[in-house]
């Protein structure tokens, strides 16, 4: 039920209907018994500045922010922590009562969330890491590794220059490289992350020579629809043991749900069964 009271939080992005942060959400809601209600945003580039500046004040709890939005949304913050700063990307913006917004970026712990979840003897610090790509979510990754212990990372992309941004930015654990000389990066891996958007639903998929991963590397992909991709296909016919994005979709979304609401998720609501359902699958 809704209430006066009923505190409100939501999701923007563009598209937005197919998010499913919505089913999260509000399945935490309810099992925490939580007068409180999440709800999806479509808003257009041009109007998202002033929808989210029109919810100063905490009228709104906050926002999860999602594709396009997450580099305009840390530029329109007026605290921001460390680890979004580290991925220049917010996915949270909280609204605090005096008029603030705070920028958060909880999606390096859902991936580290997913890595526990599902490649439980996985130690970021034992082996290189290689990440696909270079953009926000990329930059993100080897930011959260590098929090979590790693010390060779190996960010591959397209157009070399963005890699090379990114291993400027982080240091000299994170070293550049072109797709073209990916065989050469994913030798001797634990892990390989595809951050790219390629392999989304109706986007070609990405050419990368996975078998040059050791047999024992751990192969994740971002991307959750499909939820298994053709990259993740690809490294379950060659045997490598795969951890896929809706576990990372899950795992930032945990903080996130506490960050508006002030308390951890309820345990005990499988969540990832309904997220699938809503998937189709
Ligand atoms: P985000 O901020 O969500 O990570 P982005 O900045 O658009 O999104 O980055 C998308 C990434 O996917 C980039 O690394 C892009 O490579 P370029 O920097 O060369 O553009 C990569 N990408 C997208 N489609 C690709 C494809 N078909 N093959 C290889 N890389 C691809």
Same mark, same amino acid.
């Given at each position: 039920?809704?209430?006066?009271?009923?505190?409100?939080?939501?999701?923007?992005?563009? !598209? *937005?209907? $197919?998010?499913?942060? !919505? *089913?999260? $959400?509000?399945?935490?809601?309810a099992a925490a018994g939580i007068?409180?209600?999440y709800v999806p945003f479509a808003v257009t580039p041009e109007a998202f500045a002033a929808f989210v500046n029109g919810l100063r004040g905490g009228s709104v709890a906050g926002l999860n922010v999602t594709v396009p939005f997450k580099t305009q949304a840390l530029a329109l913050a007026d605290t921001i922590t460390d680890r979004a700063r580290l991925a220049q990307a917010a996915n949270v913006l909280v609204f605090q009562e005096d008029g603030g917004i705070l920028?958060?970026?909880?999606d390096g712990l859902g991936l580290l969330a997913a890595f526990a979840q599902q490649a439980p003897g996985f130690d970021p610090a034992a082996a290189p890491l290689a990440i696909l790509g270079a953009g926000g979510a990329a930059r993100g990754a080897a930011a959260a590794f590098l929090s979590a212990g790693a010390?060779?990372?190996?960010v591959i992309n397209r157009t070399l220059a963005r890699a090379q941004e990114i291993a400027a930015d982080l240091g000299p654990a994170v070293r550049a490289y072109g797709l073209d000389q990916a065989a050469q990066a994913f030798e001797g891996v634990g892990a390989l992350i595809n951050a790219t958007?390629?392999?989304?639903?109706?986007?070609?998929g990405l050419d990368a020579p996975l078998a040059a991963t050791p047999s024992t590397a751990v192969v994740m992909d971002m991307v959750y629809k499909p939820l298994i991709t053709p990259f993740l296909a690809q490294a379950r016919a060659l045997g490598r043991?795969?951890?896929?994005g809706l576990a990372m979709l899950i795992g930032q979304a945990?903080?996130?749900f506490a960050a508006f609401y002030g308390q951890t998720p309820p345990p005990g609501v499988d969540v990832r069964t309904l997220a699938k359902q809503a998937l189709g699958l």
């Open positions: 039920m809704i209430t006066g009271a009923t505190r409100l939080a939501g999701v923007v992005g563009q !598209p *937005i209907s $197919h998010s499913m942060s !919505p *089913i999260l $959400h509000n399945a935490w809601l007068d409180g209600v920028a958060d970026n909880t010390t060779d990372i190996r958007s390629a392999g989304l639903s109706g986007s070609a043991p795969t951890v896929d945990v903080p996130s």
